[in-house]
């Protein structure tokens, strides 16, 4: 079982990346893949989740408005478009695969089973 990230990159503040998190061995049905980041000397921040049965999503106040997480069931698959890009933005990148528990979604990183290896986002100023 694997979740693998891609997309990351060295861009200037303002610009824009699409982050991949590809999800082959799940059925891709009732958990939430939720995307969290990592800045070096702090903690693990969570930034967006979104639920693969219904499409709810939710997100970190700094990231609301300049984000977008968005899902393919198809190809089983979630992308997280990050816009105006900001030097606090620079961080590794983790996707994650939380089971459903019937307590609801959320960005609590403990809550959740399945994780990349993580992808590096640096923003330049």
């Known amino acids: 079982v694997q979740l693998v990230e891609s997309g990351g990159g060295l861009v200037q503040a303002g610009h824009s990346l699409r982050l991949s998190c590809a999800a082959p061995g799940f059925p891709f049905d009732d958990h939430a893949i939720g995307w969290f980041r990592q800045a070096p000397g702090k903690g693990r921040e969570g930034v967006s989740y979104i639920s693969i049965s219904d499409g709810s999503a939710d997100y970190a106040d700094s990231v609301k408005g300049r984000f977008t997480i968005t899902k393919d069931n198809a190809k089983k698959m979630v992308y997280l478009q990050m816009d105006s890009l900001k030097p606090e933005d620079t961080a590794v990148y983790y996707c994650?695969?939380?089971?459903?528990?019937?307590?609801?979604?959320?960005?609590?990183?403990?809550?959740?089973?399945?994780w990349g290896q993580g992808t590096q986002v640096t923003v330049s100023s």
């Open positions: 994650a695969l939380q089971l459903f528990t019937g307590l609801g979604w959320g960005l609590r990183d403990y809550e959740y089973d399945y």
